[in-house]
């Protein structure tokens, strides 16, 4: 039985079950969200949640025109993927440790120190990061560094900037794998979107301390997303060869 506190867990690990037992094999069609949302007797909320940890461990992939596929087999090279993106999503943990300290600070200089060509910059950057979120297949990752890269610029700090550009590789890695999570999900897609259009607005307008605010509000959700999909695939490597009662 499939309980409310961890319903998103063990859907991943049925479905796992389900692959590796071969109920689902390679090329196959996952069942639709509506329909595994009735099969485990859940909203489509953790369904969703399920299947984007089983596409980012490479178990399968999502296709155009719509669906989900099973891309591989469970066997040991699998678990393995698994545990490495649990490697990587600790890399974006410690990462994010650095912009908590970094990027609410830059906001609220950005505020105070921003130049009208700043502000162009940062919303030429906003306008292209919402064409990338209305496209339900990109990831994003290039638009979204160029934003906070001019929130930076904007924070007329050259220390800072120099320290942002030294940690700017593992910053794109890092929003490759956060945003990836997001594909073909609009609602969280546009929920990101409205999150960093908070911040622009609030340094447009001057209010730095709204600006710091909404930096943090923001980098939070990022946060408890990844402790949540590292919880989520530890679960899994841990009981993914025991089926579910």
């Known amino acids: 039985m499939i309980t409310k ?5 063990q859907i991943v690990e049925e479905l796992m079950r389900m692959i590796r037992f071969g109920h689902y094999v390679r090329g196959d069609r996952l069942p639709s969200e509506n329909r595994l949302a009735a099969m ?4 489509r909320s953790p369904v969703r949640e399920a299947l984007s940890v089983l596409a980012a461990s490479g178990v399968i ?5 719509g669906g989900s596929y099973v891309k591989a087999a469970m066997d040991p090279p699998i678990l393995q ?5 649990a490697v990587d999503f600790k890399d974006v943990l410690h990462l994010l440790e650095i912009r908590q300290m970094l990027e609410p600070e830059s906001a609220a200089l950005a505020a105070k120190r921003r130049t009208n060509e700043d502000l162009a910059d940062m919303e030429q ?8 979120t209305e496209d339900g297949q990109a990831v994003g990752q290039e638009e979204d560094f160029s934003l906070h890269r001019s929130i930076v610029i904007a924070a007329h700090n050259p220390v800072l900037l120099e320290v942002f550009s030294n940690v700017a590789e593992h910053y794109r890695r890092s929003l490759a794998l ?6 073909g999900i609009q609602m969280k897609r546009q929920q990101v979107y409205r999150e960093h259009l908070a911040i622009v607005e609030a340094i447009r307008d001057g209010h730095h301390d709204l600006a710091r605010v909404q930096s943090r509000i923001h980098l ?3 946060a408890q997303k990844v402790s949540g999909l590292l919880g989520m695939i530890a679960h899994n490597v841990t009981t993914g060869n025991e089926p579910i009662e």
């Open 125 to 132: 950057a906003l306008s292209r990061f919402a064409v990338v």
């Open 81 to 85: 993927n698994i545990m490495a993106r």
């Open 178 to 183: 956060t945003l990836a999570q997001n594909v």
């Open 61 to 65: 992939e999502s296709r155009q025109g």
């Open 40 to 43: 485990f007797g859940v909203s």
């Open 220 to 222: 939070g959700k990022v």
């Open 5 to 9: 506190s961890k319903a998103s867990e």
